[in-house]
């Protein structure tokens, strides 16, 4: 019986060295819902939005972390990757930092709702493309929103000004520490040359509660597993985002 136990569990350990590779990079199709989302905010789909695996039908939920790319309803390939494997990520191993804090305000949109929600959503993207986002929330006129995701005094001249304080700065006050964020995947797409030059945006899946992503890749299978959003801009019947 132990020598059966033991068979076993060198059977199940090779298995898990033979597909470990995977969980750094594989791939997997997604197809956003439309819509995408039920909040809107400013032109844009904020909060989790809905996404269908083409190869198993399951949904999914996935947060945006790309506000550089647009994307659209059309099934589309990504590459996933484990959190703290950011080779090949639209942003980069350069980027660890402003991964740590997406993630970090990721978890903290989870828990908001309406506007403070897309206040978030427009902080996990400013963490990566500030000039932008202060660009769209002065289109918008929006003092309120520029104010949340800078700092308090953000808005000034008829315009949003990129600062480092508000969400952001909250952001980048927290002390994070080694696997914080390890039931989080990055979803990558296609880019020819970095932000702004991609297929669609890259996206973040959480895992199920008390799951590592690694763990998760290994016993699901990146084939049967999903999860990718529409974009940003232009809502709805006009467009994506």
């Known amino acids: ?49 809905g996404a269908t695996n083409t190869s198993t039908g ?23 990757h484990s959190f703290g494997n950011f080779i090949g990520t639209v942003w980069g191993p350069g980027a660890a930092a402003q991964y740590q804090q997406a993630a970090w305000l990721t978890l903290g949109m989870l828990q908001q709702s309406g506007t403070q929600q897309g206040y978030y959503s427009y902080a996990i993207w400013a963490v990566f493309d500030p000039s932008d986002v202060a660009k769209w929330l002065t289109t918008y006129t929006d003092s ?69 992503a690694v763990l998760y890749l290994l016993l699901a299978g990146l084939s049967c597993f999903g999860a990718m959003v529409y974009s940003r801009r232009r809502v709805a019947m006009a467009g994506l985002a």
């Open 1 to 49: 019986m132990r020598g059966a136990i033991r068979s076993a569990g060198w059977l199940m350990m090779a298995c898990l060295l033979c597909l470990a590779p995977s969980a750094f990079a594989g791939t997997v199709t997604l197809q956003i819902n439309n819509p995408p989302s039920n909040n809107i905010l400013d032109g844009i789909y904020v909060g989790t939005y």
């Open 58 to 80: 399951a949904q999914t939920q996935i947060i945006c972390d790309d506000f550089k790319d647009d994307s659209n309803f059309n099934a589309a390939t990504y590459v996933t």
């Open 144 to 212: 309120s929103a520029c104010n949340a995701v800078f700092g308090s005094g953000s808005w000034g001249g008829g315009k949003c000004n990129a600062g480092s304080g508000g969400l952001l700065g909250s952001a980048a006050g927290q002390q994070y520490y080694q696997g914080e964020f390890s039931n989080f995947l990055i979803l990558t797409p296609t880019c020819s040359a970095g932000p702004g030059t991609c297929q669609e945006q890259e996206f973040f899946q959480l895992v199920p509660e008390g799951g590592s």
